[in-house]
Structures are given as C-alpha cells and as structure tokens.
C-alpha cells in the first residue's frame, strides 16, 4: 500500500466547465509564466488577453520626429507601447508627460515604463481626462512640449476585460466607464433616454442605419427589465435585427458593435473631450512643435481634421497632413484592430 504522504498533490482545478473569471481564463494575463502561448497568440494575429499592441508606431514616430531632449506628451498613455518608443527617441535628455484617465490601468503602465530604467526626471504621469490637459501642463510643461501625441482608439486591455462592459464578447456589467469612479454606467444611461435621444445618439456617435428601430427596441426591453449586463443587451440587438431580416451573423455583430460604441461615447463624453483638447493643443505646443493624433471612427476624424484646418486658416499651424495615413496591409493582418486607424498630424507654427 501506498503511504499517503507519497502521494503527489492533486493539480488545483477550477470549479465547473470553463474558468469563472477574466484572471483565470487567460495564459497571456501571466507573459512571464506562458511566453510561448503569447507568441502563439501574436502570431495568430490577435492581441494577447490584458495587453495592447501599438498601432502605427513607425508612422506616428515619422509624423512626430521626436529627438533626443525633446518633451513629449502622451495624452492617452494606454499600455505605453508608444511611450515605450517615444521615451527612447528623446534620450538622451528627453522628457516624457504621460496622462490618462483610467485609474486601473494607469498605475500597471506607469510601473511598467519605470522599470526600463530611466531615471524618475524623465518620467512623469498624470491621471486625469485630456480635455484638462493645460491644468497639466501648467504644472508639469509650462513652457509647451515639442510633441502631443494622442491614440483615441480604447485599449485592449479594456476591451478584453468583461467587468469593465466594453464587450459583448463575455458577460460583464453594463459599465463602459473610462474611470469607473466617476459619472454613469451604460445601464444607468439607458434608464435616462427616449427613442428620438437614443436614435440620435446612434446616428451621431456610430452611424448606425437603423437607429430608430434599435433605440425602440432596447428601450422597450429595458422597459420590461432593466438591462444591466451586456450579454442581455447584445441578445435585444440580435433579436431586433433578425426581426428586421438584415441578413446574417455579420449584419447582427455590426449592429451590436456599432451601439456598443455609441453607448461608450456617450458615457464617457468622448466628443465633448476630444473638442476640449483639441482647442487647447496649440497652446501645449512650441514653435514647431507637432501633434499626432489616431483615430478609429469617422466623428474623431472629422473633428480633428476640421480642427487642424481651422488652425492652419488662422495660424495657429504652419502645415498638416494632407491625407490620413492608415496602417499596412501587412499590420492590419497581424493586428485587425488597426484596419479602422486613421492618423493625422499637425505643425505649430
């Protein structure tokens, strides 16, 4: 017989089919641990669970032309995957101002950009909505910065975690909060809305066809029971959309995308914010100095393109991209996110 103590250890396992939780379910949450399998999803040409692959770093760094000793700004730090490339253009000498507003992943990036080794004058980070950014700069770049770079686009990281209800990929909470301590969930906006409001809002924030149709429906849903989770929500879209007979699975994960994108706009105020900074841009900026700034949908883009006319008519900048520059064909096969990015940039005159 056997002696118990001989007994290797039972593997812990997780409790019912799949693993209950965001933490749990993924390999690539742990690169360390599981190198080959985040190699495995890179080369799969998707983004590793928890992580945010750049886009169009090459091309952002050719618009910006950051050199050693410049101050730079990264108005929407994100991951810091093009903080990591900006920081070491401008060394030696160089500064860097990263901002964002979300409290949770804030803290990770800026751990993760402290530990390559760059000396604490070097790197400086705020947490706080770019529409402020002049407070910021009052304090940390009075004199402006050579360069403001801006990715509008949402971080994987946040799109991939289902208790932040960005997705309908996972059942999650219906949240959307950029910073969860502050404003009104999703759920909580929906319960303040009216068919004519809500369509607006769907026409206007993600060119959605059939807006007046989805508003209602959800609406009326809503109205039977509160929506609170994002499976629920998505399940009303798909049923409203097969009901109109718009053709297919593709048709129906459009839809879905297209007010889960609208919802996230307005909760977080995204074109309000976007107008704020980008009227307070040239006055961040030396003489010379250049903005870049990426963005994944048309209401981003024609806001910064108008207000990179409207600066050029009036002086505020000496020259800006005449076309958009979008990522390669060979980056939107390795990275399917970047196929909506459009880039565009500016020079302070």
Excluded: W
């Amino acid at each position: 017989m056997t002696d118990s103590s001989d007994r290797k250890p039972r593997r812990v396992r997780y409790q019912g089919k799949n693993p209950r939780s965001f933490q749990d379910k993924y390999k690539e949450l742990q690169p360390d641990k599981y190198p080959e399998d985040v190699a495995k999803v890179i080369a799969a040409g998707k983004t590793p669970a928890g992580s945010h692959r750049p886009i169009m770093v090459n091309e952002i760094l050719s618009a910006l032309n950051p050199k050693p000793g410049d101050f730079v700004a990264d108005c929407t730090l994100g991951f810091g995957g093009h903080a990591r490339e900006l920081l070491a253009a401008i060394q030696p000498g160089g500064r860097f101002l990263g901002i964002d507003v979300d409290p949770i992943e804030l803290p990770k990036t800026e751990l993760r950009l402290r530990s390559l080794g760059y000396d604490d004058q070097s790197i400086v980070v705020s947490r706080t909505n770019f529409a402020g950014i002049q407070n910021v700069f009052r304090t940390e770049a009075p004199l402006g910065v050579q360069v403001i770079l801006a990715d509008l686009g949402v971080s994987s990281m946040q799109l991939d975690d289902p208790s932040r209800g960005f997705t309908f990929k996972s059942d999650g909470p219906l949240d959307m909060r950029m910073n969860p301590n502050r404003g009104a969930s999703a759920a909580t906006l929906l319960n303040g809305l009216d068919v004519v409001a809500f369509a607006a809002m769907l026409e206007e924030n993600s060119d959605e066809p059939h807006a007046t149709q989805i508003a209602r429906a959800i609406l009326d849903a809503n109205a039977r029971v509160a929506i609170e989770t994002t499976l629920v929500l998505a399940e009303v879209i798909r049923v409203c959309v097969v009901a109109r007979k718009q053709c297919g699975i593709d048709d129906v994960s459009d839809a879905t995308r297209r007010v889960f994108q609208s919802l996230r706009i307005a909760v977080n105020d995204e074109f309000a914010v976007l107008d704020a900074f980008l009227k307070q841009v040239p006055q961040c900026l030396t003489a010379g100095g250049r903005v870049a700034i990426l963005t994944f949908h048309s209401g981003e883009d024609r806001r910064v393109k108008n207000a990179f006319k409207s600066g050029l008519a009036n002086g505020m900048y000496q020259s800006i991209a005449g076309e958009v520059t979008r990522a390669s064909i060979q980056e939107q096969h390795a990275n399917p996110r970047s196929k909506s990015a459009k880039l565009r940039f500016a020079v302070r005159a």
